[in-house]
């Protein structure tokens, strides 16, 4: 019986867990309403990109701050391609993201972002843009370590800044 009873405690301590966890990411996702629409993804992109992990957008600066609205908080599989047009995440499980380029306004490698650090100083990809008068940070990262830094360069090229 004590068995029973310990397992049944256990169970709502989780279930309360959850619980707690399911209403603060709604009120975040309330608080972050105002947020406008993100911009469509080009119809006739089909370009393939580095493959990844898209790992969440933040307020930029602040690395805890996960975005939770438009899926902007959503970590999946993703593939990053860049054109002209700006950078499209290509989600698995998620909306894809598009960032206009005239929207992009730095790039730099880091540690870590919400819901991802790496044991490397470089391992993440973390583009800064600006969206609906809002600063935001999007971290990506490279399935293989090689392609963080021309990609890096890539992103830098098309915004035409150095890399912060």
């Known amino acids: 019986?004590?068995?029973?009873?310990?397992?049944?405690?256990?169970?709502?301590?989780?279930?309360?867990?959850?619980?707690?966890?399911?209403?603060?990411?709604?009120?975040?996702?309330?608080?972050?309403?105002?947020?406008?629409?993100?911009?469509?993804?080009?119809?006739?992109?089909?370009?393939?990109?580095?493959?990844?992990?898209?790992?969440?957008?933040?307020?930029?600066?602040?690395w805890m701050d996960r975005i939770a609205v438009h899926e902007l908080g959503v970590r999946s599989?993703?593939?990053?391609?860049?054109?002209?047009?700006?950078?499209?995440?290509?989600?698995?499980?998620?909306?894809d993201v598009f960032i206009p380029a005239d929207h992009l306004t730095a790039v730099r490698t880091d540690r870590g972002i919400a819901g991802k650090v790496t044991a490397e100083k470089?391992?993440?990809?973390?583009?800064?843009?600006?969206?609906?008068?809002?600063?935001l940070d999007t971290g990506f990262r490279p399935r293989r370590k090689a392609d963080t830094a021309p990609l890096t360069e890539t992103i830098a090229t098309l915004i035409g800044v150095e890399q912060r």
């Open 122 to 135: 470089s391992g993440l990809v973390v583009v800064t843009w600006n969206h609906d008068g809002r600063e």
């Open 1 to 62: 019986m004590k068995a029973f009873l310990g397992i049944l405690g256990t169970l709502l301590v989780l279930a309360l867990a959850y619980y707690g966890m399911l209403r603060g990411w709604r009120n975040r996702q309330a608080r972050q309403a105002e947020l406008a629409p993100l911009p469509a993804v080009p119809e006739n992109d089909k370009t393939k990109g580095v493959e990844g992990i898209y790992v969440a957008t933040t307020s930029a600066g602040d």
């Open 77 to 95: 599989t993703a593939d990053l391609a860049v054109s002209e047009a700006g950078l499209i995440f290509h989600r698995q499980g998620a909306a």
